[in-house]
């Protein structure tokens, strides 16, 4: 059984010869398990797709089915403990509390997940089990991206979304933020996409999928996945 199966999803923004089209009837199946990275262009359609998959948005056309329950027809309400259940989310910026240590930012999510992890395990899978009480401002960029993927997979998520983790990154640091998603997807079997406009890292997927003008061009099938240290950007 599928993740994520997608018919024809669109997403539109007004109406008439001034609409512009974020996605094409775009179809797709995501098997359970699998790293899926989204490559193409900024304005492509991979964010808009990311944020329909997540619930944080609606599409205006197709259907898509989580685990064979729609999410097109599902009211706000489920969409929401939707999201609080099953999708961890993991942007490019942060979105750390400043005032809360790296503990009590994850400690938040933990707040309304059904069977969270300890705030401690999950930083000390992200590797900064040493960091527990420091402030984000006392923590590199690359250790805040990692509070952030702690954060995400303390709730044990079905789903992992990430939506240019490295992308404000320098390359060594990135390296290590992709060390720490691949482990954590690979341990807890979560379904990921992530997100990027970097070509190599798309040796990191079982498929990259490549987007163009809001619609899939192609899709390739990684013989064997890169691991994160053999990236170059």
Not at 25 to 54: W, Y
Request: net charge neutral.
């Amino acid at each position: 059984m599928p993740t994520f199966s997608l018919r024809k999803v669109g997403k539109r923004y007004g109406d008439g010869p001034a609409a512009v089209h974020a996605l094409r009837e775009v179809d797709l199946e995501v098997a359970e398990g699998e790293l899926l990275i989204l490559l193409g262009p900024s304005g492509s359609g991979k964010s808009t797709l990311l944020n329909i998959l997540g619930g944080l948005d609606r599409g205006t056309s197709g259907d898509i089915t989580f685990r064979m329950t729609s999410l097109t027809a599902m009211p706000d309400r489920e969409l929401t403990l939707y999201r609080r259940r099953h999708v961890g989310f993991i942007f490019q910026f942060y979105n750390l509390i400043p005032s809360l240590t790296a503990r009590e930012n994850v400690e938040l999510v933990n707040e309304i997940a059904q069977d969270p992890m300890p705030a401690a395990e999950a930083l000390d899978l992200v590797g900064l089990g040493d960091r527990l009480d420091h402030f984000p401002a006392q923590l590199s960029g690359g250790e805040q991206q990692r509070v952030a993927v702690a954060r995400a997979i303390a709730k044990r998520p079905a789903v992992l979304l990430c939506d240019e983790p490295t992308g404000a990154l320098d390359v060594n640091t990135g390296i290590r933020v992709l060390e720490a998603l691949v482990e954590v997807s690979t341990r807890f079997r979560s379904t990921t996409l992530m997100v990027t406009h970097n070509a190599d890292v798309a040796r990191l997927g079982d498929r990259v999928v490549r987007f163009l003008d809001g619609g899939i061009r192609q899709i390739e099938v990684n013989a064997r996945r890169a691991a994160p240290a053999d990236l170059v950007w």
